[in-house]
């Protein structure tokens, strides 16, 4: 079983930064990638981003290039999500999850709790 926790949301104006937080407990495998996801009300979840966790390889989202960057601290099990240049499009619940294969069609199986991102204009 593995468990995430989220935390770094909050309320910024539009061009300000946020930096997310998730912290893993539990044991994976070596092949294990984590995710950035997303979702405002009455929309469908969104990929953001992922990085595998041996490699560091990552993968991001179209529209969060240039302004998202992924980055993991093996030794703390905690993965984050530097958000700069935010936009109001941005707002949103924002999930960490642990899965297989990265990117958005990697299979996601765990899954944190959320942390609300608001971006105001």
């Known amino acids: 079983q593995v468990q995430l926790v989220e935390s770094g949301g909050g309320l910024v104006q539009a061009g300000g930064s946020l930096r997310l937080s998730c912290a893993a407990s539990g044991r994976a495998a070596s092949s294990t990638v984590l995710g950035w996801f997303r979702q405002a009300p009455g929309k469908e979840r969104e990929f953001v981003s992922s990085i595998s966790w041996i490699s560091g390889s990552t993968a991001y989202a179209e529209s969060v290039k240039g302004r998202f960057t992924i980055s993991r601290d093996n030794a703390k099990k905690t993965v984050y999500l530097q958000m700069n240049s935010l936009k109001p499009s941005d707002t949103a619940v924002y999930y960490c999850?642990?899965?297989?294969?990265?990117?958005?069609?990697?299979?996601?199986?765990?899954w944190g709790q959320g942390t609300q991102v608001t971006v105001s204009s």
């Open positions: 999850a642990v899965g297989v294969g990265g990117g958005s069609r990697g299979a996601y199986g765990y």
